[in-house]
């Protein structure tokens, strides 16, 4: 099955950096690629998300970019506030597999601390 | 945040017992999710619906029931059959399955004494 895989796991910057967040996945029919904020204590919320028609989306500070050949994608947060600092989440659809529905894989996390 | 809630926020649990986690939603989304959210494993899928009286396993769903048998319904079952239940329950809604925004309700701890 598919399986995403997301790196760093930890990542700590300067205030005013830059962050990069990678994942990478299996399954080659994969055609959204969403990326999910959790504040601590929070429930997970969605920041930005990519289709497979489409290299790379930008939303004021962040932008996703998407590499179908090489199957991976990646989050870019520029000049980074201490508000940042949560843990991202990425996620891969997965199409319909023996009469089920189309879902979400999630990778494990990377936890972003924005140092004032 | 409003849309989708869970209760409740804390729950305790002794071995052996069956506890069930409620999961509503007044978004008229016909696709609900229940996810597990362990420390350093991402959130992992235990049931998830697409429509009223229809729901699939996710990749943990050993230990775990759910039914549908209302749209804004979605009740996750913790069985005694589950090894290791003391986790963090996410619940989620999507206007349809797939490649759609999934909102995520406030979560319910559970503890297993």
């Known amino acids: 099955g598919e399986n995403v895989e997301q790196h760093p796991s930890t990542l700590s910057v300067q205030e005013g950096d830059s962050a990069v967040i990678k994942c990478t996945y299996s399954?080659?029919?994969?055609?959204?690629f969403p990326w999910y904020k959790q504040e601590l204590g929070k429930r997970p919320q969605l920041i930005i998300d990519?289709?497979?028609?489409?290299g790379e989306k930008k939303d004021q500070r962040i932008a996703v970019t998407l590499n179908k050949t090489a199957k991976h994608f990646s989050l870019h947060i520029t000049e980074t506030q201490p508000e940042d600092s949560a843990v991202y989440f990425c996620?891969?659809?997965?199409?319909?597999?023996?009469?089920?529905?189309?879902?979400?894989?999630f990778g494990k996390g990377t936890k972003l601390t924005v140092n004032p | 945040d409003g849309g989708i809630t869970q209760s409740p926020k804390y729950l305790f649990r002794k071995e052996g017992q069956n506890v069930t986690l409620s999961c509503e939603q007044n978004?008229?989304?016909?696709?609900m999710y229940w996810y597990r959210q362990d420390p350093g494993q991402g959130l992992r899928l235990i049931y998830y619906s697409q429509i009223v009286n229809d729901f699939q396993k996710g990749d943990i769903a050993e230990g775990y029931s759910v039914s549908r048998e209302k749209k804004e319904s979605f009740p996750l079952t913790v069985t005694s059959a589950q090894k290791n239940p003391t986790a963090f329950y996410l619940c989620a809604s999507s206007i349809a399955s797939g490649e759609h925004e999934q909102f995520f309700g406030p979560g319910t701890r559970l503890t297993v004494l």
């Open positions: 996620a891969a659809s997965i199409p319909p597999q023996g009469g089920g529905s189309e879902k979400l894989v």
């Open positions: 990519i289709r497979s028609n489409v």
């Open positions: 978004l008229n989304h016909d696709a």
């Open positions: 399954d080659s029919a994969s055609n959204y």
